[in-house]
């Protein structure tokens, strides 16, 4: 396949680790690829294909290429609706997923992850403003927290948060024993992971946006990382004292909680419950356990809204336009018949 390059180099916005976590898994999209079944990856809808391509800058993009949608919504989790790329990644309970977009358009975007099977997974979406943009029409021109289980959506939380076209945004979900929280700017989404999943199956997702209709939205920097809420190098999941830094993880008498956090611990008999943490929800007492402030830094930029228009067309462009770098010669990706 035949590739321009980007002419003009641009920097790109991404979502470093935060104080209290550690990167433990990045993505990877290799170039001039379809993306399922490459690198761990895969997707749920065989109809809209995801393709990996790289700058001239060095970075690797994920792209949809086609835009197919139902034209009435998606009433089914089912066909476009399930335009997911996801990865298995690491398996990890307290941490955070985050990644950058850019889109040419004001369709769908988002990330999936904790996903159980093609049918029961969960994503942050940030949903185009019109009829043909969303997947639920109820949601358009707002930030969602969905579980879809079967052939329902059902909303965790919401709040009234649209996206400005060719603008690099970054997107990033936070699971903390059980808690959610989701950012975009100065967007919070909360509520309960569902079922007790992992933050696993992480990736990408979009919905009426891809090369077909020059309504391109490209993802990258999609990164994982483990919660370290004390900064000992020891991530949470594993740490039996999540909130007193112990490197060594000394724990005197075998109860699963570090002697660093354990006023009984050398041998004095009991009184406590235990308490290390390897992800689930049990908390010392005599703790302060507190959780990692999710998703500062993140984003930033003053939310507005999209303006509501479908714009999925091929009209006055002539290529891609992204942050300042004319991508030119895709004609190859698309959808063939």
């Known amino acids: 396949m035949l590739f321009l390059m980007p002419v003009m180099m641009t920097a ?149 948060a649209s996206y400005d076209q060719q603008t690099n945004l970054v997107l990033s979900v936070t699971s903390d024993e059980g808690a959610l929280n989701a950012t975009y700017g100065n967007t919070n989404l909360r509520g309960d992971m569902p079922g007790g999943r992992a933050l696993n199956a992480v990736g990408l997702y979009s919905y009426n946006a891809g090369y077909a209709d020059r309504s391109n939205v490209y993802f990258w920097d999609a990164l994982l990382y483990a919660l370290d809420t004390d900064d000992d190098s020891v991530i949470d999941d594993e740490d039996n004292c999540e909130d007193v830094s112990n490197p060594d993880q000394t724990d005197e008498d075998a109860d699963g909680l570090g002697a660093a956090c354990d006023d009984n611990d050398a041998g004095n008999g009991g009184g406590d419950n235990g308490g290390g943490d390897n992800g689930g929800g049990d908390t010392a007492p005599g703790t302060d356990d507190t959780s990692l402030d999710d998703g500062a830094g993140v984003g930033g930029e003053e939310l507005k809204i999209a303006g509501g228009c479908a714009c999925s067309s091929a009209s006055g462009q002539a290529g891609l336009a992204f942050g300042g770098l004319a991508l030119i010669g895709l004609a190859g990706l698309r959808r063939r018949d």
């Open 12 to 160: 790109l916005m991404s979502a470093p680790a935060e104080a209290g976590e550690v990167e433990i898994w990045r993505g990877e999209f290799p170039n001039d690829v379809y993306l399922d079944g490459e690198a761990g990856w895969s997707s749920g809808y065989d109809g809209d294909t995801w393709y990996g391509y790289q700058g001239n800058d060095g970075t690797f993009y994920g792209l949809p290429l086609s835009d197919d949608y139902e034209e009435n919504g998606c009433e089914r989790w089912s066909g476009a609706c399930s335009n997911w790329l996801t990865n298995s990644a690491e398996d990890v309970t307290d941490g955070r997923f985050t990644v950058s977009i850019y889109s040419e358009d004001d369709d769908t975007l988002g990330i999936a992850f904790g996903q159980q099977s093609e049918d029961d997974y969960l994503l942050f979406i940030l949903c185009g403003d019109g009829d043909a943009s969303c997947p639920l029409g109820d949601l358009g021109g707002e930030a969602a927290l969905l579980h879809i289980s079967g052939n329902s959506a059902t909303v965790i939380d919401s709040a009234r």
